[in-house]
């Protein structure tokens, strides 16, 4: 996940978030990554035969007993689908997210892709199905094809490769001083003596690579929408271009950031989708969405106005 441009406006706010993602957990790390199996258990659930309709069904949930912070979501998205959840502070976009990731279950009601509850999946096939982007980039230590096949055991070089090009990664990683044996990272931005350090792009782009190689049907973005700002760099653009196409994608959009670009916009509102569908019809519907998004319009001129200051210093 990305882009500079937010994190220069939006720094504490931004460390904030990636506190906050730290208390998901290492069992949960483990299947926002899809490695290990902490919480795997092959139930001999049939894997999604369809085209990849994931839908929610009276979706309840709490992180502490008897407090829903989900009051009942029901959501169909269709195959390649992109939706945009929108919503105040504390609504519950991420929880939802989360979900639909597959990282938690719902207390009642489901989940389901093609009719297969989602959570009963084991790992690998879960890593199949959807996958979570965030704005940590997990760097392991390691080389770099380890970093990559960690999502893939066995992936071959040139799937390595095809994976870097996706995101064009392939460039500076064949440039490397081992390629892709060079040692790379450690936990965090502070790379371990001896390893090659990896700039935040590099960084980005080789989350964006592990996720071509697992090739999830869906990807949930969360503080992920700088990633389709128009005003991203042009090569990460490119990046992330080459891991949407084809998929389905729910983008958390925390600050509305390309809201307008989806097929349709979900509303999250206190635990509840209070309003659904694209963008012009729930302008035009004048509800929340629309005062939402009058406001957001006006500061985020005001935003483009300081950083064309910002790049033209
Ligand atoms: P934001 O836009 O600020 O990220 P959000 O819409 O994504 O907000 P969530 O992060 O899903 O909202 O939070 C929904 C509710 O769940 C909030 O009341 C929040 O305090 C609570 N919550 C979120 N994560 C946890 C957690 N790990 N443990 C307990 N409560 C949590």
């Known amino acids: 996940?990305?882009?500079?441009?937010?994190?220069?406006?939006?720094?504490?706010?931004?460390?904030?978030?990636?506190?906050?993602?730290?208390?998901?957990?290492?069992?949960?790390?483990?299947?926002?990554?899809?490695?290990?199996?902490?919480?795997?258990?092959?139930?001999?659930?049939?894997?999604?035969?369809?085209?990849?309709?994931?839908?929610?069904?009276?979706?309840?949930f709490s992180y502490v007993d008897g407090r829903d912070v989900l009051h009942g979501v029901d959501l169909t998205l269709a195959p390649g689908e992109r939706l945009a959840m929108v919503g105040p502070s504390g609504a519950g976009k991420s929880t939802l997210g989360r979900l639909l990731a597959g990282i938690h279950r719902p207390r009642t009601g489901s989940i389901t892709v093609d009719g297969v509850v989602l959570a009963d999946l084991p790992l690998d096939e879960l890593r199949r199905q959807v996958a979570l982007v965030t704005q940590e980039h997990h760097v392991f230590l390691?080389?770099?094809?380890?970093?990559?096949?960690?999502?893939?055991?066995?992936?071959?070089?040139?799937?390595?490769?095809?994976?870097?090009?996706?995101?064009?990664?392939?460039d500076w990683a064949v440039g490397l001083p081992d390629g892709l044996d060079t040692q790379v990272g450690g936990a965090g931005a502070a790379p371990t003596s001896g390893a090659s350090a990896l700039s935040p792009a590099q960084a980005q782009q080789l989350a964006l690579a592990r996720l071509v190689l697992a090739d999830p049907h869906?990807?949930?973005?969360?503080?992920?929408?700088?990633?389709?700002?128009?005003?991203?760099?042009?090569?990460?653009?490119?990046?992330?271009?080459?891991?949407?196409?084809?998929?389905?994608?729910?983008?958390?959009?925390h600050r509305l950031f390309s809201a307008h670009d989806a097929d349709r916009v979900a509303v999250v509102e206190d635990g509840r989708i209070s309003e659904l569908g694209p963008h012009h019809e729930l302008v035009e519907a004048g509800g929340a969405y629309a005062s939402l998004w009058r406001s957001w319009h006006g500061s985020s001129q005001r935003q483009t106005d300081e950083l064309a200051g910002v790049s033209g210093s």
């Open 1 to 60: 996940a990305v882009l500079y441009v937010q994190q220069l406006v939006d720094p504490i706010d931004r460390l904030l978030s990636w506190l906050d993602e730290l208390q998901v957990g290492a069992a949960s790390l483990a299947r926002v990554l899809g490695v290990g199996s902490a919480e795997s258990v092959d139930k001999g659930v049939r894997p999604p035969a369809g085209a990849g309709v994931m839908a929610a069904r009276d979706v309840r």
């Open 142 to 170: 390691g080389t770099l094809r380890e970093n990559l096949t960690m999502v893939r055991p066995g992936a071959t070089d040139d799937e390595v490769r095809a994976a870097l090009a996706a995101v064009d990664a392939l």
């Open 218 to 253: 869906t990807l949930v973005l969360d503080e992920a929408t700088s990633l389709i700002d128009p005003r991203a760099a042009r090569h990460l653009e490119r990046s992330l271009a080459g891991v949407l196409s084809g998929r389905t994608v729910i983008a958390i959009a």
